[in-house]
């Protein structure tokens, strides 16, 4: 890799004039192995730095007490990019909302189709997986994912995945972002995430369709 100066386009032999230059920051170059993960900026100051891969979580009796009203129903959804295609074993989780196991949970993630996934467990069993038609590999998206018992739906940039009119809402504690809560291998999200948010309550699948966000 080499920056410098130019005094045109394809000129990569501009020798300067003693007195101009540039001031560059930020500039990071990371290993790119498997999972491929994107760090946020870490400081350094002459020496290469490790260290763990950006992780969120949320845990009841914290801040997730204070919003999270509504057990019975609710919206989750996110928007962002990914930045890669999904030819990992798992999907790419942007949310995973738990009890802190995998056998109660919420999730929404990038299939390994490159599709928008939700599914949801409960007492160890999958009560619903709501695959999207469209691909978002690459491009910014806004993905909406609606519960209530025997009522799931899922919105993927204004579409509608097949509604799943049987289960049961898991009980949950937790919410981590960026992973999940087993640490799956090929499961860490490879993108930017924009916004995430929850909405209490049931509502109309045209209220789910215009969860849209920038």
């Known amino acids: 890799l080499i920056i410098g100066l130019a005094d045109a386009d394809n000129s990569p032999a501009y020798t300067g004039d003693g007195t101009s230059g540039m001031y560059m920051w930020g500039i990071q170059l990371e290993a790119r192995t498997w999972p491929r993960q994107y760090s946020s900026y870490i400081s350094t100051g002459g020496a290469s730095v490790t260290r763990s891969a950006d992780a969120i979580s949320v845990a009841s009796g914290h801040a997730m007490s204070s919003w999270f ?6 919206i989750w959804f996110a928007a ?3 930045v890669d295609n999904n030819g ?3 999907a790419r989780r942007l949310i995973d909302v738990t009890d802190g196991t995998a ?3 919420f999730v929404l993630a990038l299939s390994i189709a490159n599709t928008a996934r939700y599914l949801g467990s409960s007492g160890g ?3 619903w997986d709501i695959l999207s038609a469209a691909t978002f ?4 998206f806004a993905l909406a994912g609606a519960y209530a018992t ?6 993927t940039n204004g579409v509608l995945g097949t509604q799943d009119s049987s289960g049961t809402v898991p009980t949950i504690t937790r919410i981590t972002v960026g992973g999940d809560i087993g640490v799956t291998a090929g499961a860490t999200w490879e993108g930017y ?7 209490p309550g049931d509502y109309a699948d045209t209220f789910l369709q215009n969860v849209r966000l920038p």
């Open 69 to 74: 009203t509504n057990s019975n129903a609710g």
């Open 80 to 82: 962002g990019t990914s």
């Open 88 to 90: 990992g074993p798992a």
């Open 103 to 105: 056998n109660n949970r």
């Open 125 to 127: 069993t999958t009560q």
């Open 137 to 140: 590999n690459r491009a910014a």
């Open 150 to 155: 025997n009522d799931f739906q899922q919105s």
């Open 193 to 199: 995430i924009t916004s995430l948010g929850y909405v």
